[in-house]
Structure formats: C-alpha cells, structure tokens
Nanobody
C-alpha cells in the first residue's frame, strides 16, 4: 500500500520560513513526477511546485517563485518544500502528491497518490 506522509507544517509569522517533508512508503517513485499542492478554505486545490527526476527540472506557481524551493532525496524516498518569506496568503493545507507518469507534470489529474495534508498558517 502506497502512503505519503507530510510533516513540517505549523504557525509562523509573515516573513518566516517552514520546511515541509513528504515521506513515501509502499513503492518508490524514483523517476516519476512528484509535486506539492495546497488548498485554502473556500478555494480549489492548486499546484505549488512540481519536480521530475533524474533531470531535476522544476515548476513553480507564479505566486511562490523566488520564495519556495522543491527538492527530493530519492535515497530517502522523501520530497521537501522549503518555504521562505511566507505571506498570509500562503495559509492553506499543503499536500504532497506522486504520479505514475514520468517527466514534469503540472496537471492535478496526473497525480494518483496523495498525502493527508499538513496545515500551514501564516499570521500577519
């Protein structure tokens, strides 16, 4: 059974930083696409960042470019999202996702496996 477990969320002041982790168990996604999504109250789930392997190409939503960094450690079957210069509008439940497709995937429908989410709250 495939499981994705996020951690690292919490409450932080505007301008602060958080690092999210996503540990995958049950299978490896060595060359498959992975991504972070988020969903704020009353809004649709949106893509934050995506990464492919082994080329390491990445994609970022315009709203997080220059502030967030996605990375992965395949040896640990773990993906990360370093979030700096956080803003109140970053407040949302953040989800990690894994795809059975290879390459860089930016469509929500490309992702088959999801974590339970971790809450990120940024106070002003």
């Amino acid at each position: 059974q495939v499981q994705l477990v996020e951690s690292g969320g919490g409450l932080v002041q505007a301008g602060g930083s958080l690092r999210l982790s996503c540990v995958v168990s049950g299978r490896t996604f060595g060359s498959n696409a992975m991504a972070w999504f988020r969903q704020a109250p009353g809004k649709e789930r949106e893509l934050v960042a995506a990464i492919e392997w082994p080329a390491g190409n990445t994609y970022y939503a315009d709203s997080v470019k220059g502030r967030f960094t996605i990375s992965r450690d395949n040896a640990k079957n773990t993906m990360y999202l370093q979030m700096n210069s956080l803003k109140p509008e970053d407040t949302a439940v953040h989800y990690c996702a894994a795809s059975t497709f290879k390459g860089l995937q930016i469509g929500r429908g490309a992702y088959d496996y999801w974590g339970q989410g971790t809450q990120v709250t940024v106070s002003s």
